[in-house]
């Protein structure tokens, strides 16, 4: 079996193939090294109070399985559960707060609508008076929710999917999928080699349709770049993370105090990474909206990701019309959120050769049956 991809969802499913059904016969082919993709350029923030009763589900798994991941892979990913705030800023806003947290609520997730003065309480220096240009009039307020350090996440993956007996090719780029009579039969390297496989998972996100294309699988997706910066250590002083979809904007501070902060993806489809100064001119006055206070405070610098967009905003997980080409694919800037839950899933559907219930809803099928899963009011922002 051939995993494509050396983040936290290729690394992860490696090590739940291994793990949950004894299936080491795996190699994870990354064409860089692991991490070099978007799970070493994301923000790092977890959460699960999703729109949709699927997402909801799918993302509160992730975040069970996230909780306790320092343990079962016996390494420390530094998962801070610190609370997560979404901003309203107008009543239309509001009610879509409302409405979020009562479809969290039935699917045991907690969230909650909070005003201007609980905000304040939580994050002191956040500018909750009415003479602002978008005032607080209220916020989701999801205490699970925090932040992680994704690097420590892909290496606890990485370390113990290699302690089972999978393989871990880094440098190793795939440029052909070899297909017989619509199924899957080998792939090639860069380097000349050729692996024989009837199983083939393409999880490299912004990349993801350039590998599906090498399969003949036309994949709904477009790839985004999405930006992001951090700042100068200082003073822990934002203990929870904060986000505004009004504003395009979200912000935490790191374990080292930095503050690191984004918006949402860029609004053209590219394969560039690099960083732009209209970019952080507009985030950086964004930011100074909610917390005048951090106006002195300098930046250290900007990057940028590689998102694979779907119509609807979630992801594209399963089989595929090409016999053993599955996908998992189509994160947006939300993928890092779901690294364990995908895993798990992707793996006990290779195993068990169908997909399980949490992830049924997202099949490749759906665009044509019309099933649509609308995540785009709880997944606007790139966070």
């Known amino acids: 079996m051939v995993i494509i991809g050396g983040g936290v969802h290729g690394l ?22 692991i991490g070099s993709g978007g799970s070493g350029r994301n923000t790092a923030i977890l959460r699960s109070n999703y729109l949709t009763p699927e997402g909801i589900r799918f993302y509160d798994r992730s975040v069970k399985l996230y909780e306790h991941l320092a343990a079962d892979l016996n390494f420390n990913v530094m998962f801070s559960q610190r609370g997560h705030l979404t901003l309203a800023h107008n009543d239309s806003s509001l009610r879509t707060m409302a409405w979020r947290a009562e479809v969290n609520k039935l699917q045991g997730v907690d969230s909650s609508v909070i ?14 008076s009415a003479q602002t240009r978008y005032p607080i009039l209220g916020a989701l307020y999801h205490p699970p929710g925090g932040i992680i350090r994704h690097d420590a996440v892909v290496w606890g993956y990485a370390r113990a999917a290699d302690a089972l007996g999978v393989h871990i090719h880094q440098n190793t780029e795939l440029v052909g999928i070899d297909v017989e009579a619509d199924r899957v039969v080998g792939v090639r390297t860069a380097d000349g080699n050729r692996i024989n496989t009837q199983v083939v998972v393409n999880c490299t996100a912004g990349w993801s349709t350039l590998i599906s294309d090498l399969a003949g699988v036309s994949m709904p ?21 904060v986000v505004s979809g009004t504003l395009h904007t979200y912000v935490s501070q790191t374990d080292r105090g930095e503050l690191v902060f984004g918006a949402s993806v860029d609004p053209f489809a590219s394969y560039s990474t690099r960083g732009s100064l209209e970019f952080v001119e507009g985030l950086a006055g964004h930011v100074l909206e909610l917390m005048p206070a951090v106006s002195k405070m300098r930046l250290l610098r900007q990057w940028a990701g590689l ?28 993928g890092f959120k779901a690294g364990p839950v995908s895993g798990e899933a992707m793996a006990s559907c290779i195993a068990n050769e169908r997909p399980p219930e949490i992830i049924s809803a997202f099949g490749l099928d759906r665009f044509e049956a019309g099933h649509l899963v609308g995540e785009k009011g709880a997944a606007a922002v790139g966070h």
């Open 221 to 241: 997706v477009q790839t985004f770049p999405l930006q992001a910066a951090v700042t100068e250590p200082v003073k822990p002083f934002l203990d929870t993370v």
């Open 115 to 128: 005003g201007p003065e609980e905000i304040k309480k939580l994050v002191p220096y956040l500018d909750t």
């Open 12 to 33: 992860a499913t490696a090590y739940y193939l291994a793990h949950n059904h004894g299936i080491t016969n795996v190699a994870v082919l990354e064409k860089s090294y």
């Open 307 to 334: 998102c694979d967009m779907t119509p609807d905003y979630s992801p594209i997980m399963g089989p595929t019309p090409v016999g053993g080409f599955y996908v998992d694919v189509g994160w947006g800037t939300y």
